[in-house]
């Protein structure tokens, strides 16, 4: 009980942040614009069910914890930003910071662009690996669900996947804040242990596929110093955040 008095009142103090209407959930109808900062932003999104679902975890619930985020955050890199969400309130949390949004499919990508246009996101239509390549994407269902695989360069729908090395390189070497949710990619981006050490912090959606249990997250996460400090799970997948320990040990 305590726990959902203070989610509400958590998501009550968001909304006012973001000057959108809210009392409870159940009654909650998706606005067409938010306050970042002191400008007013024109929502644009498709009629889909995980819109509203993405809504109150980046806005109403801030389920990524940028609030909680005390130290000076220059860059922040969202990959799978999908409309954008995630890069609207990390420009509302950190006003100052260079925002990098990732998002390769191409029906979500429209909504990001409008988004985000007006409010300074550098916006990539690129998918995000250990390596550089190409990927299809597979969007049958809401666009935030949509997942990618591996194709080969020239095939109908081909998206170039570009490494997270060189995302690192083209944010000037560091990250401060890196956000990850890919629909199961992220296994992928464990696999080059290289450029997770210019990464401050993580937050991510993780999605556990086939056999994978979320022990392999945590294993994977501690093979790249990561320490996992929160964990929210819905069974097949869930929300960490993490830290980077080499970087928290200097002051990062």
């Known amino acids: 009980m305590i726990r959902r008095v203070l989610r509400h009142f958590r998501r009550v103090s968001n909304a006012k942040r973001f000057a959108v209407p ?11 614009s ?3 900062r002191n400008q007013d932003v024109n929502l644009s999104y498709p009629d889909e069910n995980g819109v509203s679902a993405d ?14 985020i005390s130290s000076n955050v220059g860059i922040v890199v969202d990959i799978g930003a999908n409309v954008g969400f995630f890069s609207l309130a990390a420009r509302s949390y950190f006003p100052d ?5 990732f998002e390769p499919n191409p029906r979500a990508l429209r909504y990001l662009l409008e988004n985000v246009k007006n409010v300074v996101v550098e916006v990539y239509a690129e998918a995000v690996g ?6 299809s994407i597979r969007d049958s ?3 935030n669900l949509a997942q990618t695989v591996v194709a080969a360069q020239g095939a109908p729908g081909a998206v170039r996947q570009v490494s997270l090395s060189s995302i690192v390189e083209r944010c000037g070497g560091c990250v401060d804040v890196a956000k990850i949710d890919c629909e199961g990619a992220e296994w992928d981006l464990f696999l080059d242990a290289t450029p997770w050490q210019k990464i401050g912090q993580l937050r991510m959606e ?5 056999n994978r249990k979320f022990e392999d997250v945590v294993t994977a996460l501690q093979r790249l110093n990561f320490e996992i400090f929160r964990h929210n799970s819905s069974g097949a997948w869930g929300t960490i955040w993490a830290r980077n ?4 040990m200097r002051g990062g």
């Open 206 to 210: 993780y999605h556990l596929s086939g």
């Open 245 to 248: 320990r080499a970087l928290r």
């Open 141 to 143: 269902g809401d666009s």
């Open 22 to 32: 809210y009392s409870r959930a159940a009654n909650f109808q998706m606005p067409r």
């Open 55 to 68: 809504f109150f975890t980046c806005f109403l619930s801030d389920e990524y914890g940028l609030a909680q």
């Open 34 to 36: 938010i306050r970042v």
């Open 130 to 135: 250990a390596s550089d390549g190409w990927v």
């Open 97 to 101: 910071a260079k925002i990098h949004a």
